[in-house]
């Protein structure tokens, strides 16, 4: 059968237990269908980049899926008539991947850990000294 990689995003204002029960009714719809869901995973509440019909988060979920395509065709159907569900990607694959995806492995620190602090301290050598300025008197440097 073919293999699938699904991800949905549900609205922010549905719990993790709503998204929870979504996941089993589309799970149910694929193994109606004579397929299988591989993986199940809940990423969380996230920030979107940009609004979706009016909301800022969103609820992540993936699925592995080996299933017939009819299934899958009938699983988008459902997501597309739900209210909760803002967006869903269907991609077809070669292999599923096997252990946590991506987005559940932890990662090294973030962009936002490595910026520096604004607690007024000096720096602590990593930058170099500002050059002086060709036409910058020491008269102007003062004033400053």
């Known amino acids: 059968m073919p293999l699938y990689e699904h991800v949905f995003l549900s609205r922010q204002d549905v719990s993790a ?4 029960t979504m996941t089993a009714t589309f799970k149910t719809i ?3 269908g004579g397929g299988k869901l ?7 509440l996230r920030t979107l980049t ?18 017939p395509h009819a299934a899958v065709a009938e ?7 739900s209210d909760d569900v803002l967006r869903f990607l269907t991609l077809k694959m070669d ?3 096997e252990g946590p995806s991506a ?7 973030r962009d936002d850990d490595r910026r520096p602090r604004r607690d007024n301290r000096p720096p ?21």
């Open 17 to 20: 237990q709503q998204v929870e």
């Open 75 to 81: 699983m988008e159907r459902q997501m597309s008539l």
């Open 124 to 144: 602590q050598g990593d930058r170099p000294a500002r050059a002086p300025v060709a036409n910058e008197t020491p008269e102007k440097k003062e004033a400053e």
């Open 103 to 109: 987005m559940m492995q932890s990662r090294g620190p």
């Open 38 to 44: 591989a993986k199940s995973e809940y990423w969380g």
């Open 50 to 67: 940009y609004r979706i019909k009016k909301n800022r988060k969103a609820h992540f979920s993936l699925f592995n899926i080996d299933a």
């Open 30 to 32: 694929i193994e109606e």
């Open 95 to 97: 292999e599923l991947e």
